[in-house]
T-cell receptor
Framework: DGGITQSPKYLFRKEGQNVTLSCEQN?????MYWYRQDPGQGLRLIYY???????QKGDIAEGYSVSREKKESFPLTVTSAQKNPTAFYLC??????????????FGEGSRLTVL | AQKVTQAQTEISVVEKEDVTLDCVYE???????LFWYKQPPSGELVFLIR??????QNEISGRYSWNFQKSTSSFNFTITASQVVDSAVYFC??????????????FGKGTKLTVNP
């Protein structure tokens, strides 16, 4: 089946630990994104990547890191520098069509809780 | 800066009622796209519609309809004869394409719709 797979779905972490969230897609989409969702806050962009080996910071990149070594994969690391990491994290992809903005396709999300 | 405002935080209706979700946006660009997404309790966002800034025609898809008015910078979403399965959080979003293709979506804070039987 084509789609976006995020793992793990639920993750618990102790303060001071880094944790990596996985995002894999088999849609052959060029662009990939990480959003963070907090209750009542909507979605905020953390990082995005338009092409392999390239990525840009979004609005709330501090305390996070990413890599894009393969087209299919865009893992997000939540570092100990992130002050409030407890949140719902959503990965998305977008098939670039020149200057046309297509819709984003989302994974099912990963819920991170810091104990 | 781009901004999307969904003033209604929560709406509760009884099944079969019509309900309209408001979305007001701010942008300086003349070319942009607007979106609506649905987020059911499972968490995954489901795409509903995309509209570009040059197309002000209203759109209807089954029980869903959208009213785009550039004059008031609004892109409202109406569900006719609501059903319990429509219960979800609905997000309005704005994107601006650029030469680099770095499309990003700016989301509103969402409206939680509860449809009671």
């Amino acid at each position: 089946d084509g789609g976006i797979t995020q793992s793990p779905k639920y993750l618990f972490r102790k303060e001071g630990q880094n944790v990596t969230l996985s995002c894999e897609q088999n849609l052959n989409h060029d662009a990939m994104y990480w959003y963070r969702q907090d209750p009542g806050q909507g979605l905020r962009l953390i990082y995005y990547s338009q092409i392999v080996n390239d990525f840009q910071k979004g609005d709330i990149a501090e305390g996070y890191s990413v890599s894009r070594e393969k087209k299919e994969s865009f893992p997000l690391t939540v570092t100990s520098a992130q002050k409030n990491p407890t949140a719902f994290y959503l990965c998305a992809t977008n098939l670039k069509r020149g200057l046309d903005t297509g819709e984003l396709f989302f994974g099912e999300g990963s819920r991170l809780t810091v104990l | 800066a781009q901004k999307v405002t969904q003033a209604q935080t929560e709406i509760s209706v009884v099944e079969k009622e019509d309900v309209t979700l408001d979305c007001v946006y701010e942008t300086r660009d003349t070319t942009y796209y607007l979106f609506w997404y649905k987020q059911p309790p499972s968490g995954e966002l489901v795409f509903l519609i995309r509209r570009n800034s040059f197309d002000e025609q209203n759109e209807i898809s089954g029980r869903y309809s959208w009213n785009f008015q550039k004059s008031t910078s609004s892109f409202n979403f109406t569900i006719t004869a609501s059903q319990v399965v429509d219960s979800a959080v609905y997000f309005c979003a704005l994107s601006e394409p650029n030469q680099g293709g770095s499309e990003k979506l700016v989301f509103g804070k969402g409206t939680k719709l509860t449809v009671n039987p």
